[in-house]
């Protein structure tokens, strides 16, 4: 169990300390997480220095913004080749 601190420098200790801990906590929340699911959906994180990271992380940003249809999926796309086959 952590002393309580005494005295002024002792009370704006404690509330810097908290305000670093609540910094902390909002800049994890806002870096992507990568999980990775097995078969059997048992869940892994990807850690941010793992290898391969930050290529899984552009390709489900991808994923996610076709799906959300933001973005031309380019002359590949499945929907245009249908379309041009039957013209």
Do not use: C, F, N, W
Not at 58 to 75: L, P
């Amino acid at each position: 169990m952590k002393d309580k601190r005494k005295g002024p420098i002792g009370r704006a200790a404690g509330i810097a300390e908290g305000v670093a801990a609540a910094m902390r906590r909002l800049q994890r929340e806002r870096e992507p997480r990568v999980l990775v699911y097995d078969q059997t959906g048992y869940a892994r994180l990807v850690q941010p220095e793992a290898r391969g990271h930050e290529r899984i992380l552009e390709i489900s940003e991808r994923m996610v913004q076709i799906a959300a249809g933001e973005e031309d999926t380019g002359s590949g796309s499945r929907r245009g080749a249908r379309s041009e086959a039957r013209s």
